[in-house]
């Protein structure tokens, strides 16, 4: 199976920053689409930021200009770098990849289980 193993979630006060982690037990990110995904209590998931295998950007409107995703390929692990944190960015944040194709072998979603990220004084 592949995994997703996600770390670096904390405390952090707000204004103060963290930097998530998540790597793949295979090498895929280079073959997907890469994100991540926050979910707080009582909210449904919501994507925060993605890139493409091609390197394309997006990101949530309440967290550009704050947050930024990152991929390396040769170590098979992407990063999401928060600055500015918020309390309204407290989560469980989520590690995704993904790739459609026609031929299931070579399609996949996968999702880590999840770091706490607390924003709070």
């Known amino acids: 199976q592949v995994q997703l193993v996600e770390s670096g979630g904390d405390l952090v006060q707000p204004g103060g920053s963290l930097r998530l982690s998540c790597a793949a037990s295979?090498?895929?990110?280079?073959?997907?689409?890469t994100g991540w995904y926050r979910q707080a209590p009582g909210k449904q998931r919501e994507l925060v930021a993605e890139?493409?295998?091609?390197?394309?950007?997006n990101y949530a409107d309440s967290v550009k200009g704050r947050f930024t995703i990152s991929r390396d390929n040769a170590q098979n692990t992407v990063a999401l770098q928060m600055n500015s944190l918020k309390p309204e960015d407290t989560a469980v944040y989520y590690c995704?990849?993904?790739?459609?194709?026609?031929?299931?072998?070579?399609?996949?979603?996968?999702w880590g289980q999840g770091t706490q990220v607390t924003v709070s004084a």
């Open positions: 890139i493409s295998s091609g390197g394309n950007r």
């Open positions: 995704n990849a993904r790739r459609q194709s026609g031929l299931a072998s070579t399609a996949w979603d996968y």
């Open positions: 295979r090498s895929i990110f280079i073959l997907s689409t």
